[in-house]
């Protein structure tokens, strides 16, 4: 299905806009450090009656390696945001930020993915990829909401400024099972 953002009446869009990712459960977090307090705690018990494979500590390393990789997607994720203005779009993770001017883009890629689209704005030396809006469930039931809540309002304010580009479609980033 091809949206089209730019047909019709141009919008004035009132720049800057700022729009920040809606942060995700943090329920795979609390539990990784759970179950490494869990691990740690025994793994000292148990070193004390008597001598520990090293196997206890690999998988010890393991589960707090585990946590503190969920907890900076975490962070990267609550810390995502993505800003419009008069020069150009600003995105940042947390990490870094990345600026395009308007002239710059070349390219606005969808690409399906298993957690839900996401979007691509290519330059040609940079790239800003962000989660459309997505709903997380597991038997019919809503685990968890991810994604820029407005991506609508954000493509639309984008293709008003770029009204020479078209969304391309790309298809499945990770190949269907």
């Known amino acids: 299905m091809k949206r089209c953002y730019n047909s019709g009446v141009m919008k004035q869009a ?21 179950l490494s307090i869990f691990l740690v705690v025994a793994t000292i018990f148990l ?21 503190l990789l969920i907890s900076f997607g975490n962070y990267v994720s609550r810390n995502s945001s993505l800003e419009l203005s008069e020069d ?3 995105f940042f993770n947390g990490i870094r930020r990345i600026e395009m001017a308007w002239d710059e883009i070349n ?8 957690l839900g689209p996401k979007i ?11 989660q459309k809006k997505s709903v997380i469930k ?7 909401q991810i994604g820029f809540e407005e991506t609508d309002e954000i493509l639309e304010s984008i293709m ?18």
Not at 48 to 54: A, C, G, H, I
Not at 107 to 114: M, Y
Request: glycine residues 6%; hydrophobic residues 40%.
């Open 120 to 130: 691509w704005i290519i330059s040609d030396t940079e790239r800003i990829a962000f």
């Open 47 to 67: 070193s004390n009656r008597s001598e520990l494979s090293v196997w206890f500590l690999v998988i010890d390393g393991i589960v707090i390696l585990s946590a």
């Open 138 to 144: 597991w038997k019919d039931k809503v685990q968890d």
């Open 88 to 90: 150009g779009i600003a």
């Open 107 to 114: 390219e606005i890629v969808e690409i399906s993915s298993r």
């Open 160 to 177: 008003n400024r770029l009204p020479h580009l078209e969304i391309k479609n790309e298809g499945y980033y990770y190949p269907e099972e």
């Open 14 to 34: 009132i720049f800057p806009k700022k729009y920040h990712q809606k942060p995700g459960s943090r329920q795979g977090e609390i539990t990784a450090w759970l």
